[in-house]
């Protein structure tokens, strides 16, 4: 595809439900970024993929969230037991290269979680 | 670990003026920043970015200028213009770390 696509672009849950967001990457990127933007504020980072190496997961909030890639395709971020404070845009990224700083990441249109 | 400090977190200017958004870095070993643009409701978009090599860059009304000594990074923009009224964010990344470290943002206000 043109850009990094992600879905649902909207999605509304009941407290206590599980969800899952789609992530599919620029095609040929090796590396796969998952942020979360709560309104108004800030980028926090939650989870890389860089190829085939191990993910690095050191921003994951909670043992709550959890998220697969297969190769270097589509990603899947999935959040148990949702809770108010989830709500936010969850935001995948893609780059070009592996392993090198100075690579330009491109975002997707993001998921809208509300938590009702 | 890196961390970054954006400041200002708000700044309004009058149209036609110049605006300029300053971050500081804490590891020196820092070679790559990046700005971004968020309009609101959209996905950040890359504007500009720059190389520890380099000490400034334009392109046309936008310009970073890096401080390497100092380790802080600015983005000027000039002859402001309403459709640059966004979320601007800074960012640093190391050559031994694929991970950009963010700054917390500035909400860019063009008053008519």
């Known amino acids: 595809g043109a850009g990094v696509s992600q879905s649902p672009s909207n999605k509304v849950t009941e407290k206590g439900k599980d969800v899952e967001l789609r992530c599919d990457p620029i095609?040929?990127?090796?590396?796969l970024y998952w942020y979360r933007q709560r309104l108004g504020q800030g980028l926090e980072f939650l989870i890389y993929?860089?190829?085939?190496?191990?993910?690095?997961k050191s921003g994951l909030p909670s043992d709550r969230f959890s998220a697969e890639r297969t190769g270097e395709s589509v990603s899947t971020l999935t959040i148990q037991r949702t809770q108010q404070e989830d709500s936010a845009v969850y935001l995948c990224a893609s780059s070009p290269r592996t392993g090198t700083s100075g690579n330009t990441i491109y975002f997707g249109e993001g998921s809208w979680l509300t938590v009702v | 670990g890196e961390n970054v400090e954006q400041h200002p977190s708000t700044l309004s200017v009058q149209e036609g003026d110049s605006a300029v958004i300053k971050c500081t870095y804490s590891?020196?070993?820092?070679?790559?920043f990046p700005w971004y643009k968020q309009e609101l409701g959209k996905r950040p978009q890359l504007i500009i970015d720059?190389?520890?090599n380099v000490g400034e860059k334009k392109d046309q009304r936008i310009a970073v200028t890096l401080n390497k000594t100092a380790k802080h990074f600015s983005l000027h923009i000039t002859e402001t213009q309403p459709e640059d009224s966004a979320v601007y964010f800074c960012a640093a990344s190391t050559g031994s770390n694929y991970q950009l470290i963010w700054g917390a943002g500035t909400k860019l206000i063009i008053k008519p």
């Open positions: 095609s040929g990127h090796t590396a």
């Open positions: 720059i190389r520890s």
């Open positions: 993929f860089q190829g085939n190496s191990a993910p690095d």
């Open positions: 590891d020196s070993a820092s070679n790559y």
